[in-house]
């Protein structure tokens, strides 16, 4: 599975706690993204990035911010949850720039009451 | 992005070939086809990838016309295990962000 793992699997949580998911690589690739899965709705993108310290927006980023201080790590913080982001979150990586081959983690599903 | 469309869902049977055909009509000169596959409670698994004309590997074929508008997955001989969504996606292989969009897939139920 390319050496993703996904921290935690499970987790419930109460409207207005800050909750972070953690996405660990180790294969240190520089690309990493994180997805949000909700039925009828595919998988969309939240918050990618392209090395240490660099990340940029995908098209469902409200709410939701991302830090990457190491090349393995890529980290999903919701701020102050809200029951709209009850959601299954992937984690991807890439291997370069010049494919569109992904590779998922086993996804978090996450409760927020 | 290219926006694709598939059909919802998809039945067959086991030891048939399955044919899933998306549609994207305004793939850029830059885009490939990319397949992935879903099984519940699991994250997407990549399949198959290509530009132009027919792609095999040991899971799938891909085909894709000279027009590009159009591709099909083909699946031989499924069995019970190749129950999942499968997802089209296009997109620019050159693209640092590679953003890539999924949109609802196909639903494949295989039976006995």
């Known amino acids: 599975d390319a050496g993703i793992t996904q921290s935690p699997r499970h987790k419930v949580t109460e409207t207005g706690t800050p909750v972070t998911l953690r996405c660990h690589q180790t294969e240190n690739h520089r690309y990493m993204y994180w997805y949000r899965q909700d039925p009828g709705h595919g998988l969309r993108l939240i918050h990618y990035s392209y090395g240490v310290k660099d990340t940029d927006k995908g098209e469902v980023s409200d709410g939701y911010s991302v830090s990457r201080s190491k090349t393995e790590d890529f980290l999903l913080t919701l701020e102050s949850a809200t029951s709209s982001q009850t959601s299954v979150y992937f984690c991807?990586?890439?291997?370069?720039?010049?494919?569109?081959?992904?590779?998922f983690g086993p996804g978090t599903r996450l409760t927020v009451l | 992005l290219a926006k694709t469309t598939q059909p919802i869902s998809m039945d067959s049977y086991e030891g048939q070939e399955v044919n899933i055909t998306c549609s994207h009509n305004?793939?850029?000169?830059?885009?490939?086809i990319t397949w992935y596959q879903q099984f519940p409670s699991q994250g997407p698994r990549f399949i198959i990838q290509g530009y132009k004309t027919k792609v095999t590997n040991e899971v799938a074929s891909l085909f894709i016309p000279a027009d590009r508008k159009s591709s099909t997955l083909s699946l031989p001989r499924v069995s019970l295990s190749d129950t999942a969504v499968y997802y089209c996606l296009v997109g620019d292989n050159n693209n640092a962000g590679n953003m890539l969009t999924f949109g609802g897939g196909t639903r494949l139920m295989v039976k006995p």
């Open positions: 305004n793939i850029a000169t830059n885009d490939y």
């Open positions: 991807a990586i890439k291997w370069t720039s010049g494919a569109n081959e992904q590779f």
